[in-house]
């Protein structure tokens, strides 16, 4: 089923690029521990920094990389959530040079702001010397994710930067400073990846029948909302990762590593819904560790979900096992 964006969606490739400076937001939060896991989420949005080049625009790239800001505000900034890695998969991709400015953080406050060190960068982009700039990881400064004004004031010096704003991060959808409040001060529109996650989303809006989703990911309180209401529209639903874990918890009373008591609470309510109706397909096997790693030789094995009973308490488990689909 063929859906069409809303008219009032301003699209990339109507936007006047050409000698311009696009501030582009992406999400390239794939960095663990100062390495790139999985290249998937850079490699779904070249198609937008393809299409900002070849028209003649000069990017500046942006990114969130893990939680450097803990709960009490404190931000650290250091190697493990830099976006050096990236900037170098995508010089290799790209064949271009890629400058990533660096800026002084104020000990735990993070980076106060963009300061004038980033003009000659600024102007080796415009003078087509250097072929993007990679902004440093937009949670160590603090205005990103601040309460007060300081994202607004965050936000104009990003707008300081640029002439045009292009948004491709649909899975970043907090309204931070590099996602929303930067739309007041530049002319803003969707990248490519951006409207295919739209179309994307307007199909299950609107699903054909029979309608299966498939639902997972790291985090589940924010997946809360959203997952209660596809559980609504689907006619079978199938969860991997913590989503899955954090289910399973609720649902058998178990213990994971790993798995916040407060999600599980908040997993109660999906587990009542589906013993009305019966909507969650639940895979048999899953692969239980001893470490978050991954599958190390010798730390993995299969554990059938036959295994959970109230009271018992797993190590880490991975996801889904191979074996629930043979």
């Known amino acids: 089923m063929e859906t069409q964006l809303d008219q009032r969606l301003p699209l990339l490739q109507n936007a006047d690029v050409e000698n311009k400076i696009v501030l582009l937001r992406v999400d390239h939060n794939v960095v663990k521990k100062g390495t790139i ?13 393809f299409n900002i080049v070849e028209r003649g625009g000069r990017p500046i790239i942006m990114t969130h990389i893990g939680r450097p800001r803990d709960k009490t505000g404190k931000i ?20 271009t040079k890629i400058y990533c400015p660096t800026f002084r953080p ?14 000659l ?37 990003l707008a300081g930067l640029a002439d045009v704003f292009v948004n491709d991060a649909f899975g970043s959808w907090q309204p931070h400073a590099s996602t929303y409040h930067i739309t007041k ?44 209401e596809i559980y609504k529209k689907v ?10 874990n954090t289910y399973l918890c609720a649902k058998y ?38 470490t978050m790693e991954g599958k190390i030789e010798g730390r993995y094995r299969v554990r059938s979900i036959k295994e959970f009973r109230k009271g018992a308490k797993f190590p880490y488990i991975l996801d889904i096992a191979k074996e629930s689909f043979e």
């Open 235 to 244: 006619d079978k639903l199938i969860l991997g990762g913590i989503i899955y």
């Open 253 to 290: 009373d178990v213990s994971i590593s790993g798995i916040e008591r407060e999600d599980v609470e908040a997993a109660g309510n999906l587990v009542e819904m589906d013993k009305k109706h019966h909507k969650i397909l639940e895979l048999p096997y899953v692969y239980e560790s001893d």
């Open 37 to 49: 896991e999985d290249p998937f989420r850079i490699d779904q949005t070249i198609g937008t920094i």
């Open 76 to 95: 650290k900034v250091d190697k493990s959530t830099a976006v050096e890695p990236i900037a170098e998969y995508l010089e290799r991709k790209l064949h």
């Open 185 to 228: 001060y530049l002319p803003s529109f969707a990248g490519y990846l951006m409207q295919k996650e739209i179309q994307n989303l307007s199909q299950v809006l609107q699903p054909e029948r029979p309608f299966i989703s498939v639902v997972a990911g790291a985090k589940y309180n924010t997946k809360i909302g959203p997952l209660n």
């Open 121 to 157: 960068a600024v102007k080796n982009l415009r003078e087509k010397k250097i072929g993007a700039i990679y902004l440093p990881n937009t949670r160590w400064f603090q205005g990103e994710e601040s309460k007060t004004g300081y994202r607004d004031d965050f936000a104009r010096q």
């Open 106 to 119: 104020e000990g735990d406050e993070g980076i106060k702001s963009i300061d004038t060190s980033i003009n």
